[in-house]
Nanobody, 123 residues
Framework: QVQLVESGGGLVQAGGSLRLSCAAS????????MGWFRQAPGKEREFVAA???????YYADSVKGRFTVSRDNAKNTVYLQMNSLKPEDTAVYYC?????????????????WGQGTQVTVSS
């Protein structure tokens, strides 16, 4: 069982930056692949970024070059550094843990979810 708690969301102007954190409970954090998803009002939850056990990363085209996902297994934490934010990045951001090896861009491929943190980018 893994519990995930996101933090770091907030209100930022377009072009600004935020860093989201996702703290995980449990001693087996290092064995999970982690993902970030987001959901804007009236839209489906969409994949943002993922990081494998080996620290290999994968990004949605919409955030590639602007967002960076990383993990610190010693701290049981995964991060999402978001730069050059745009109003269309406004959403609730969720982190998720996947017990199977490999990356997955589908939300159904993840076993555990955090409660989400709101990110609002003003124009």
């Amino acid at each position: 069982q893994v519990q995930l708690v996101e933090s770091g969301g907030g209100l930022v102007q377009a072009g600004g930056s935020l860093r989201l954190s996702c703290a995980a409970s449990g001693r087996t954090f290092s064995s999970y692949s982690m993902g970030w998803f987001r959901q804007a009002p009236g839209k489906e939850r969409e994949f943002v970024a993922a990081i494998r056990l080996s620290a290999y990363t994968y990004y949605a085209d919409s955030v590639k070059g602007r967002f960076t996902v990383s993990r610190d297994n010693a701290k049981n934490t995964v991060y999402l550094q978001m730069n050059s934010l745009k109003p269309e990045d406004t959403a609730v951001y969720y982190c998720a843990a996947r017990s199977l090896a490999g990356l997955n861009t589908r939300s159904s491929g993840y076993d555990y979810w955090g409660q989400g943190t709101q990110v609002t980018v003003s124009s």
